[in-house]
């Protein structure tokens, strides 16, 4: 039975394999992470590696997890330790990382979460939640005030089951406790995720008390961040193999790429690791990293993940080999994306859509086009809909644009183009099957999902949106994806 890797066999691992070069006995928790998934493993906790290699040791991450057990069980047994495999087409680097210490899970424990949350210690919280996790509306980027987990924390703030319940819970506690707030630092793919976050979060406590709130607003920083690394879910085939060269078992090992990129504002309330000699980028204004990160690839990555799996292509790098998609995203990324983004002096757009487009095809990371067309109802907005809204206002086309859009339409028809049942996961699904039942023309499918508050009111009431999107349908539901994007070639 091959040993697990953990504290005690760190150093049987072979000699080509990074380790902390750190004594994680001295490490101590100054950061706690909500959502300790595996894009925070392999993006924000490898930069905390590298901090803590080079020897600030107060930067220890205390992992949480919001819903499932799965990452704690799989990682606590190996005291925190996990593989971090780094692969493209000229082979794969390995190395592990000891950065989170801790590993909890709320529904289990919320009191040592919240103490976590309360220690001295924690100078800064990080999340990454997914998009749904922010309880807004995509559209206004408002707090969702129906959803269920912020009626719940309203009702029990002491018990709270949402990242922004636990949020408030914290700050409320640490002024209590007359300790300084911590920064609240979020890691997700959204606009202004910083100020979205503090919106939500601000609005949250205003619902309970409005002091608080006020207290927010002077005391707590929620500087925005662009975050980038393609992180696919783990196979068991990333277990076996990453466990074989390892020569210890390995419940979670973490596959990835090599580029890496971390944009933040430099607005921190109470200290931050030096992440600069990591290789972050501190900003004034992180929106227009931000903007030509969700433009640029987010919404290639989605346009690409619907039309790839409606053709049958399972991975990313599949459906970049068939015909017409390379030019169809260098069309979307350099025609109709990048008019639309504001001005990075010094900076080569055309450079950077040819460098996404060769993270793309990456043989090495097998990306799913099913994993990246999930929660498509809270990705589309700031990934393709405020930039078509762009290209509207500039009365430019947006073709292959509205052709992504159409494509998530197709998608969550639920059915692909063999009749087979496609497993549409999006916090919507179910409200969209109801809607969605029994219609099959594309004016009935998309007359009804133009109607979901994802489009707003203006792109409803768009007769050249309406129609393009919509004869865009028609076209995948006749001829199929394949052949529409072929078209491109
Ligand atoms: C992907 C992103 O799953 C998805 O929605 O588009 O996770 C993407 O891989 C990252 O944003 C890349 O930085």
């Given at each position: 039975?091959?040993?697990?890797?953990?504290?005690?066999?760190?150093?049987?691992?072979?000699?080509?394999?990074?380790?902390?070069?750190?004594?994680?006995?001295?490490?101590?928790?100054?950061?706690?992470?909500?959502?300790?998934?595996?894009?925070?493993?392999?993006?924000?906790?490898?930069?905390?590696?590298?901090?803590?290699?080079?020897?600030?040791?107060?930067?220890?991450?205390?992992?949480?997890?919001?819903?499932?057990?799965?990452?704690?069980?799989?990682?606590?047994?190996?005291?925190?330790?996990?593989?971090?495999?780094?692969?493209?087409?000229?082979?794969?680097?390995?190395?592990?990382?000891?950065?989170?210490?801790?590993?909890?899970?709320?529904?289990?424990?919320?009191?040592?979460?919240?103490?976590?949350?309360?220690?001295?210690?924690?100078?800064?919280?990080?999340?990454?939640?997914?998009?749904?996790?922010?309880?807004?509306?995509?559209?206004?980027?408002?707090?969702?005030?129906?959803?269920?987990?912020?009626?719940?924390?309203?009702?029990?703030?002491?018990?709270?089951?949402?990242?922004?319940?636990?949020?408030?819970?914290?700050?409320?506690?640490?002024?209590?406790?007359?300790?300084?707030?911590?920064?609240?630092?979020?890691?997700?793919?959204?606009?202004?995720?910083?100020?979205?976050?503090?919106?939500?979060?601000?609005?949250?406590?205003?619902?309970?008390?409005?002091?608080?709130?006020?207290?927010?607003?002077?005391?707590?920083?929620?500087?925005?961040?662009?975050?980038?690394?393609?992180?696919?879910?783990?196979?068991?085939?990333?277990?076996?193999?990453?466990?074989?060269?390892?020569?210890?078992?390995?419940?979670?090992?973490?596959?990835?790429?090599?580029?890496?990129?971390?944009?933040?504002?430099?607005?921190?309330?109470?200290?931050?690791?030096?992440?600069?000699?990591?290789?972050?980028?501190?900003?004034?204004?992180?929106?227009?990293?931000?903007?030509?990160?969700?433009?640029?690839?987010?919404?290639?990555?989605?346009?690409?993940?619907y039309l790839g799996y409606l053709a049958g292509h399972?991975?990313?790098?599949?459906?970049m080999a068939a015909p017409g998609f390379e030019p169809?995203?260098?069309?979307?990324?350099?025609?109709?994306?990048?008019?639309?983004?504001?001005?990075?002096?010094?900076?080569?757009?055309?450079?950077?859509?040819g460098e996404l487009r060769q993270r793309f095809r990456?043989?090495?990371?097998?990306?799913?086009?099913?994993?990246?067309?999930?929660?498509?109802?809270?990705?589309?907005?700031?990934?393709?809909?405020?930039?078509?809204?762009?290209?509207?206002?500039?009365?430019?086309?947006?073709?292959?644009?509205?052709?992504?859009?159409?494509?998530?339409?197709?998608?969550?028809?639920?059915?692909?183009?063999?009749?087979?049942?496609?497993?549409?996961?999006?916090?919507?699904?179910?409200?969209?099957?109801?809607?969605?039942?029994?219609?099959?023309?594309?004016?009935?499918?998309?007359?009804?999902?133009?109607?979901?508050?994802?489009?707003?009111?203006?792109?409803?009431?768009?007769?050249?949106?309406?129609?393009?999107?919509?004869?865009?349908?028609?076209?995948?539901?006749?001829?199929?994806?394949?052949?529409?994007?072929?078209?491109?070639?």
């Amino acid at each position: 039975m091959t040993a697990r890797l953990d504290n005690r066999t760190l150093h049987t691992l072979p000699g080509t394999v990074a380790r902390p070069a750190y004594d994680r006995a001295a490490v101590t928790p100054g950061i706690v992470h909500l959502g300790v998934g595996a894009f925070h493993r392999a993006h924000q906790a490898a930069y905390v590696e590298a901090v803590l290699n080079g020897g600030d040791t107060g930067w220890g991450i205390v992992g949480v997890s919001l819903r499932s057990p799965d990452t704690r069980d799989a990682l606590a047994p190996q005291d925190g330790l996990y593989a971090l495999s780094v692969r493209d087409a000229g082979g794969e680097t390995l190395q592990v990382v000891g950065a989170i210490t801790r590993l909890l899970v709320a529904p289990e424990e919320p009191a040592a979460v919240q103490d976590a949350l309360a220690d001295p210690r924690t100078r800064i919280v990080s999340l990454t939640i997914t998009e749904k996790g922010y309880c807004h509306r995509p559209a206004s980027g408002e707090l969702d005030e129906e959803n269920a987990d912020i009626l719940h924390d309203l009702a029990h703030p002491d018990s709270p089951r949402s990242a922004i319940g636990y949020l408030v819970h914290a700050i409320r506690r640490r002024r209590q406790a007359g300790l300084a707030p911590f920064t609240v630092l979020s890691c997700d793919n959204l606009p202004n995720n910083g100020a979205t976050l503090a919106r939500v979060v601000r609005r949250f406590a205003e619902l309970q008390d409005a002091e608080l709130a006020r207290y927010i607003d002077g005391a707590v920083a929620f500087p925005s961040t662009m975050v980038d690394r393609i992180v696919p879910a783990t196979t068991d085939g990333d277990r076996a193999a990453v466990s074989e060269r390892l020569g210890l078992q390995d419940a979670w090992p973490i596959a990835t790429e090599p580029f890496t990129q971390w944009v933040v504002e430099d607005r921190f309330a109470n200290g931050r690791p030096a992440l600069e000699t990591a290789g972050v980028t501190f900003v004034e204004d992180v929106e227009p990293f931000e903007l030509m990160k969700l433009r640029l690839l987010n919404g290639s990555h989605s346009t690409l993940a619907y039309l790839g799996y409606l053709a049958g292509h399972q991975t990313v790098d599949a459906a970049m080999a068939a015909p017409g998609f390379e030019p169809l995203l260098k069309g979307l990324m350099e025609e109709e994306a990048a008019p639309t983004l504001p001005a990075l002096p010094g900076f080569d757009l055309t450079a950077y859509a040819g460098e996404l487009r060769q993270r793309f095809r990456n043989p090495a990371l097998k990306h799913r086009t099913w994993q990246i067309a999930m929660d498509g109802t809270q990705k589309i907005p700031q990934r393709l809909l405020n930039t078509i809204r762009a290209r509207i206002a500039a009365g430019a086309a947006y073709d292959r644009l509205a052709l992504g859009v159409a494509a998530w339409m197709r998608y969550v028809m639920g059915r692909d183009e063999a009749g087979q049942p496609i497993d549409v996961r999006d916090p919507l699904a179910e409200e969209i099957a109801r809607r969605l039942d029994g219609l099959a023309s594309a004016d009935e499918v998309a007359q009804v999902l133009l109607g979901l508050g994802i489009f707003g009111e203006d792109l409803p009431a768009d007769p050249n949106f309406v129609q393009t999107v919509t004869a865009h349908l028609a076209r995948l539901l006749d001829t199929g994806a394949g052949a529409v994007v072929a078209r491109y070639a």
